[in-house]
């Protein structure tokens, strides 16, 4: 092996080591009070080092496997609907030490894929610059871009899958923004909204005005979403092409919704 390659590698191990490490503390400290600050805290400066050490790896690509891996472990906690901050953190955070655990079995396979050289590339276009979660936009582009390869690959399911769990989490994040006082008098249920099904916090969207009727257009297997996600369902759900690309056009226009000077 080149023996700048091997000590290039060499560093990356230590330092994904010690996010590991860091990980486990976050962890074990979630797991027994998921709501302190100081630990809330940590973690978010935890996962920013874990995105910017994927990224190197991934050479800067979207596209590339370990960095869609990443975007898919906070995908999982915003494709059922809820707040970033409001989903288990001590879950997420164990999701992002499996993506790590990845990362260093590839650094130490014999053919070091995971590294590749960093290249300039023209800044991605900020889609969604409109939502008001700052920590949701960047999983939210990395979820878009793999719903696109998806679709382009021919991967229907994953594209579909993944373009419901963008609406569900743009759609969420419109309605927390507005608040539950307002929400109520569009005829919004009782508990929380976390608690609400995916029809629901549309319909509720919809009568507040903050998208338009687009949602008429997404195919049943869409709707039923999160139900197919459980168990052995995806995988049996038949989801045509035609699905897909019709839950695209209408994620598009409900972004455009949320969004009217894209």
């Not at 894929?113 to 800044?123: G, V």
């Not at 900020?126 to 690959?153: G, I, K, N």
């Not at 109520?184 to 929380?192: D, E, K, Q, R, V």
Request: charged share 20%; glycine share 8%.
């Amino acid at each position: 092996m080149d023996p700048s390659l091997e000590s290039q590698i060499q560093t990356y191990l230590s330092h994904v080591d010690g996010l590991i490490r860091r990980g486990q503390e976050l962890r074990d400290a979630l797991t027994s009070d998921p709501s302190d600050a100081a630990t809330v805290a940590a973690m978010r400066r935890w996962q920013e080092d874990c995105g910017v050490t994927i990224n190197q790896l991934s050479g800067g690509s979207k596209s590339h496997w370990l960095a869609r891996s990443f975007s898919q472990a906070f995908l999982m906690r915003a494709a059922d609907g809820s707040a970033m901050e409001g989903a288990a953190p001590a879950h997420l955070a164990q999701q992002l030490l499996s993506v790590l655990g990845q990362a260093v079995a590839s650094l130490t396979a014999t053919d070091n894929k995971a590294i590749t050289a960093a290249s300039s590339k023209t800044p991605p276009p900020r889609r969604f610059e409109f939502v008001h979660s700052v920590e949701l936009r960047p999983v939210l582009e990395q979820a878009y871009s793999d719903s696109r390869t998806a679709l382009a690959e021919g991967d229907y399911q994953i594209a579909l899958m993944t373009a419901c769990g963008i609406l569900e989490a743009i759609v969420t994040d419109a309605l927390e923004h507005l608040g539950s006082n307002r929400l109520s008098s569009y005829g919004a249920p009782a508990g929380t909204l976390a608690d609400w099904s995916f029809d629901t916090r549309l319909a509720v969207a919809e009568k507040a005005g903050l998208i338009g009727g687009g949602c008429a257009r997404l195919p049943a297997v869409a709707r039923q979403y999160r139900i197919n996600a459980e168990g052995e369902k995806a995988a049996n759900a038949a989801i045509t092409e035609r699905d897909a690309r019709t839950t695209g056009q209408v994620l598009h226009v409900i972004m455009r919704d949320l969004d009217p000077g894209r």
